[in-house]
């Protein structure tokens, strides 16, 4: 019996093969547009290496500082006070505008004011630079020994540097195997081996996969202390390319962490370089998703970024999904209305109400089914097309086949509950009505 119904299907979709193909093409190009975009936020906010422990994280990034100006505004009024007219000269201020630089944070000014904050387990400063290379172009990060305790890079041989290395300024260097292929042409037995970098060689002691996020984009991890950043390790400088990493023992020492920050900020001066043109030191502590949002949206606000991104995305998904819903809804109707007469040749056949009404609930459901599966293959070609292009640079995409089945469930059920609602008042056509409609 089943094997009739699946018969009768495959042979219904193929008699318009147009209707069939806008439907297929709308179902799965929009669940594959879908699936590459949830493949890149999960990319940036999913849990794993080398930030397995990002809800307990807190970010620094920068360093605001700022001037405000505000303009008198006198009452000038007069009055009559024992018989004598008395002028009021009481006014008000307003605030008419500000001045403001922003930038990334000088080393000196962390280790001055934010190394050691209460309800941190740990912390680490670090920078980002595209430096040159005789062979390569090379995203560098200068850190201190704690970069790989709060970042959980995947090693795959070597290790990190110690806090000896950094005190000593030992030219040691931790570098991703995708570097160790480029440089090296293999991405294994490079341990010892010497990588140049703005003419100075590194020995290689370590070797990690891509964390593959934007923040943690790096191809080589080398001690802060030596190298051009000097100047802004000793010089009072409130400006420099640093930005601070704070991480709690448990996610709820996220906002405690933050309020630590926040009461330091309060209690911080402009640096002296600075006061002659700012009087206001701002430094904003972010949760990990909120300055991801920030980085992505370029909003002063972290807070307000992230709520805007979160319901930006949100509306994106559900009108991704609604695309395909209501187009397979449409086309339902379209194919319908115009099978009334092979309804009605059916029906004087003596085929029964709940037979034609299986089979266009199976339609519906093959359809959809091939549509998705259409789709999702869509998307792997997708994410392996720019996985191995490296069009966004080393970030690494993956397919999430759970958002795929609820995506194809939610399309299921919307068309199969408007599809079941025609295809029932289809059914129950008189013969001769259906007849007359003469679309067959």
Same mark, same amino acid.
């Not at 390790?233 to 640093?242: A, M, Q, V």
């Not at 309804?343 to 089979?359: E, H, P, S, Y």
């Not at 999430?400 to 025609?422: A, V």
């Given at each position: 019996?089943?094997?009739?119904?699946?018969?009768?299907?495959?042979?219904?979709?193929?008699?318009?093969?147009?209707?069939?193909?806008?439907?297929?093409?709308?179902?799965?190009?929009?669940?594959?547009?879908?699936?590459?975009?949830?493949?890149?936020?999960?990319?940036?906010?999913?849990?794993?290496?080398?930030?397995?422990?990002?809800?307990?994280?807190?970010?620094?990034?920068?360093?605001?500082?700022?001037?405000?100006?505000?303009?008198?505004?006198?009452?000038?009024?007069?009055?009559?006070?024992?018989?004598?007219?008395?002028?009021?000269?009481?006014?008000?201020?307003?605030?008419?505008?500000?001045?403001?630089?922003?930038?990334?944070?000088?080393?000196?000014?962390?280790?001055?004011?934010?190394?050691?904050?209460?309800?941190?387990?740990?912390?680490?400063?670090?920078?980002?630079?595209?430096?040159?290379?005789?062979?390569?172009?090379?995203?560098?990060?200068?850190?201190?020994?704690?970069?790989?305790?709060?970042?959980?890079?995947?090693?795959?041989?070597?290790?990190?540097?110690?806090?000896?290395?950094?005190?000593?300024?030992?030219?040691?260097?931790?570098?991703?195997?995708?570097?160790?292929?480029?440089?090296?042409?293999?991405?294994?037995?490079?341990?010892?081996?010497?990588?140049?970098?703005?003419?100075?060689?590194?020995?290689?002691?370590?070797?990690?996969?891509?964390?593959?996020?934007?923040?943690?984009?790096?191809?080589?991890?080398?001690?802060?202390?030596?190298?051009?950043?000097?100047?802004?390790?000793?010089?009072?400088?409130?400006?420099?390319?640093?930005?601070?990493?704070?991480?709690?023992?448990?996610?709820?020492?996220?906002?405690?962490?933050?309020?630590?920050?926040?009461?330091?900020?309060?209690?911080?001066?402009?640096?002296?370089?600075?006061?002659?043109?700012?009087?206001?030191?701002?430094?904003?502590?972010?949760?990990?998703?909120?300055?991801?949002?920030?980085?992505?949206?370029?909003?002063?606000?972290?807070?307000?970024?992230?709520?805007?991104?979160?319901?930006?995305?949100?509306?994106?998904?559900? *009108? %991704?999904?609604? /695309?395909?819903? +209501?187009? !397979?809804?449409? @086309?339902?109707?379209?194919?319908?209305?115009?099978? $009334?007469?092979?309804?009605?040749?059916?029906?004087?056949?003596?085929?029964?109400?709940?037979?034609?009404?299986?089979?266009?609930?199976?339609?519906?459901?093959?359809?959809? *089914? %091939?549509?998705? /599966?259409?789709? +999702?293959? !869509?998307?792997? @070609?997708?994410?392996?097309?720019?996985?191995?292009? $490296?069009?966004?640079?080393?970030?690494?995409?993956?397919?999430?086949?759970?958002?795929?089945?609820?995506?194809?469930?939610?399309?299921?059920?919307?068309?199969?509950?408007?599809?079941?609602?025609?295809?029932?008042?289809?059914?129950?056509?008189?013969?001769?009505?259906?007849?007359?409609?003469?679309?067959?």
């Amino acid at each position: 019996m089943i094997s009739n119904y699946i018969k009768l299907v495959i042979r219904a979709l193929g008699q318009n093969k147009f209707f069939t193909s806008i439907s297929l093409f709308g179902i799965s190009f929009t669940l594959a547009i879908l699936m590459l975009i949830i493949s890149m936020l999960e990319t940036e906010v999913d849990t794993n290496p080398a930030l397995s422990e990002r809800d307990k994280m807190v970010l620094v990034p920068n360093l605001q500082l700022k001037k405000i100006f505000y303009d008198t505004i006198y009452s000038y009024d007069s009055t009559m006070y024992n018989g004598e007219i008395v002028i009021d000269f009481r006014y008000k201020l307003y605030e008419q505008g500000s001045s403001n630089s922003n930038n990334e944070l000088a080393h000196w000014f962390l280790e001055e004011h934010l190394d050691d904050i209460p309800n941190a387990v740990n912390q680490t400063f670090f920078n980002r630079n595209q430096v040159n290379n005789s062979k390569v172009e090379l995203k560098a990060v200068y850190a201190d020994h704690r970069f790989g305790e709060v970042f959980d890079f995947k090693f795959i041989d070597g290790f990190g540097f110690n806090e000896t290395a950094v005190k000593n300024e030992e030219l040691v260097a931790v570098i991703t195997d995708d570097l160790a292929d480029k440089y090296f042409g293999r991405r294994d037995k490079v341990l010892g081996k010497n990588i140049e970098k703005n003419g100075r060689n590194y020995s290689v002691i370590g070797v990690i996969k891509p964390a593959g996020i934007m923040l943690l984009s790096l191809d080589i991890v080398v001690p802060y202390t030596h190298d051009y950043i000097d100047s802004q390790i000793r010089d009072e400088n409130s400006f420099g390319s640093y930005m601070a990493m704070y991480i709690g023992d448990e996610s709820s020492d996220v906002e405690l962490i933050k309020e630590d920050i926040k009461f330091i900020n309060s209690n911080t001066e402009v640096p002296a370089p600075a006061r002659e043109y700012f009087d206001i030191t701002e430094f904003k502590p972010y949760g990990f998703h909120e300055a991801c949002a920030g980085q992505i949206l370029d909003m002063n606000n972290a807070e307000q970024s992230l709520n805007i991104m979160t319901w930006v995305m949100y509306a994106l998904i559900g *009108f %991704l999904i609604l /695309l395909p819903t +209501l187009n !397979l809804i449409n @086309l339902n109707v379209g194919r319908f209305m115009e099978r $009334n007469s092979e309804i009605g040749v059916r029906k004087a056949f003596g085929v029964d109400r709940t037979t034609i009404l299986v089979q266009f609930i199976l339609e519906n459901i093959v359809q959809t *089914f %091939l549509g998705g /599966l259409i789709g +999702l293959g !869509l998307a792997i @070609l997708g994410i392996d097309l720019i996985n191995d292009t $490296n069009l966004i640079g080393d970030i690494v995409l993956k397919v999430n086949y759970r958002f795929f089945g609820y995506s194809l469930i939610i399309c299921l059920l919307f068309g199969l509950l408007l599809g079941i609602l025609h295809a029932y008042r289809m059914s129950k056509m008189h013969i001769v009505s259906a007849l007359k409609q003469n679309k067959l």
